[in-house]
C-alpha cells in the first residue's frame, strides 16, 4: 500500500475535529497515527485565526484537531468560523467528546455509560420562549438548523448500516483498549457494570439521612428546594439507596448474569460491555441537563438520544456529524466517574469512523504531496 504523506498546504485537510475538553483531546491525540508539525514544520493559520490547532493522520486521513477554550455553542461558532478561513478544504467538522444520554430509545433499545451516539440530525433545544407555565421551543423553519447537507446524509446512512455498523463496534472497541494501554490513560478503561447506575426519573438527589438538611428534608416533591451541598455531593455521600436502581437487562449481562438468573458465558458478557453505537438526534444546549425529568419530557417531545452544548454552535459554518459517548444519565445523579472512558469510546468510533470517508479526488494535490520518510 502506497505512503500517506501530509498535504502540501492547509488546503489539503477534508476533515476537523472539535473537543471542548480536555478529557477529550487528550483521546483523540492517543490515536493519531502520525503528527505533522513536530519537526520544525508548520501549516501555519490565518492572520485573525485565533484557534490553536494539532494536525496529523488519524487513521487513513488527514485532519485538523482544533482546541476550544471552553464549552458551550458560543465558542463552538467562533472556532468552527476560524477553522472554515485557515482550512478552506474542509469537508466536515466532527464534533467529539462526551455527552449526557437518554437510558431508553425511542425503539426501546438502552443506552449504557460509555455507548457511542452519532447525530442524524441536531436540535436547539433551549432556543424558545419562556412562559408562565412551560418553554416553547421555536421550531419554524427559520429559526431551526435545517439538515444536514446531501454528502452528510448518505455517509450517516452508510455507517448506519449493518455492515459498515459491525465493522465500527469492532474497531471502536480495539481503538478504545488501545488508548486504555497508554501511559497515562488507565482512567480510560471500561469502569464496570457495577459502576453504571440509573435511578427512575423522579428519584431524588439529596440528602437522605434525616435531620442532616433542614432544606432537603422537606423536599418531597419535583418542584420542592435542594440544599446546593446535596447537588455537590456523590450519591454515596448523600444516602441515594441503591435499591431503588433499574435493572437493565444488557448490565445484567455485562455483570456475568442472564436474564433467567444464571450465570452466562464470559464471552457474552464481554459483549455486553462492549460499546454499542446508536444513530439518532442530539439535543444541544447551552444549559447542562440535570433533570431526569426534564430529559425524558425532551426526549418525548424532540425524539434525542443525546445531550451536549457544542454542535448547534459549529453546524452553521460547517457541515457537522456529532460522535459524542455518554458519561452520565443526564440527570442529578451525574458525576465524572465515567468521562475518561466515554471519552475514549467517542475518540475510537471516530477513528474508526474516519476509516470510512472517502476522500474527494483531486489530482493536482496529490501531485504537491511531500512525503514523509
Known amino acids: 500500500m502506497a505512503a500517506i504523506t501530509r498535504p502540501n498546504n492547509r488546503d489539503g485537510f477534508e476533515i476537523a475535529i472539535i473537543c471542548a475538553l480536555s478529557v477529550e483531546r487528550d483521546a483523540v491525540e492517543a490515536l493519531l497515527d502520525e503528527e505533522y508539525e513536530n519537526d520544525g514544520f508548520s501549516y501555519g493559520k490565518e492572520a485573525m485565526d485565533s484557534n ?13 484537531l482544533a482546541y476550544m477554550p471552553g464549552m458551550g455553542m458560543i465558542k463552538a461558532a467562533a472556532v468552527a468560523s476560524n477553522i472554515r478561513f485557515s482550512f478552506r478544504g474542509i469537508k466536515v467538522c466532527f464534533v467529539v467528546g462526551i455527552c449526557g444520554g437518554v437510558p431508553t430509545a425511542a425503539n426501546g433499545v438502552d443506552i449504557i455509560l460509555g455507548d457511542v451516539i452519532v447525530s442524524t440530525s441536531v436540535v436547539q433545544v433551549d432556543f424558545g420562549r419562556q412562559y408562565p407555565n412551560e418553554f416553547v421551543r421555536k421550531a419554524s423553519t427559520e429559526d431551526t438548523l435545517g439538515r444536514a447537507n446531501p454528502n452528510i446524509q ?12 459491525e465493522r465500527l463496534i469492532e474497531k471502536t472497541s480495539i481503538y478504545t483498549d488501545k488508548i486504555g494501554t ?10 464496570g457494570p457495577e459502576k453504571d447506575k440509573l435511578y427512575p426519573a423522579d428519584y431524588q438527589h439529596k440528602h437522605w439521612k434525616q435531620v442532616v438538611c433542614s432544606i432537603c428534608d422537606n423536599c418531597n416533591f419535583f418542584s420542592d428546594d435542594i440544599c446546593e451541598d446535596a447537588r455537590k455531593q456523590p450519591c454515596t455521600e448523600l444516602g441515594c439507596d441503591e435499591t431503588r436502581l433499574l435493572t437493565r437487562k444488557r448490565l445484567q449481562q455485562a455483570s456475568g448474569i442472564g436474564s433467567n438468573g444464571f450465570e452466562v458465558a464470559s464471552a457474552e458478557a464481554k459483549e455486553a460491555q462492549r460499546a ?25 417531545l424532540e425524539g434525542v438520544i443525546g445531550f451536549e452544548m457544542e454542535s448547534a454552535g459549529s453546524w452553521d459554518y460547517l457541515p457537522t456529524i456529532v460522535i459524542k459517548s455518554v458519561c452520565d444519565y443526564s440527570d442529578s445523579h451525574k458525576n465524572k466517574d465515567w468521562q475518561a472512558y466515554a471519552a475514549a469510546t467517542a475518540a475510537a468510533c471516530t477513528k474508526a469512523v474516519l476509516e470510512e470517508w472517502r476522500s474527494v479526488d483531486n489530482p493536482i494535490q496529490g501531485k504537491e504531496r511531500i512525503a514523509l520518510s
Open 52 to 64: 490553536a490547532y494539532t494536525t496529523g493522520r488519524l487513521g487513513n486521513q488527514h485532519v485538523v
Open 154 to 165: 448518505s455517509f450517516i446512512g452508510k455507517l448506519s448500516g449493518h455492515l459498515v455498523l
Open 182 to 191: 497508554r501511559k497515562g490513560f488507565s482512567n480510560s478503561v471500561y469502569p
Open 276 to 300: 454499542q453505537i446508536h444513530f439518532g438526534r442530539i439535543a444541544c444546549s447551552n444549559q447542562v441537563m440535570k433533570s431526569g425529568q426534564h430529559r425524558d419530557r425532551i426526549a418525548q
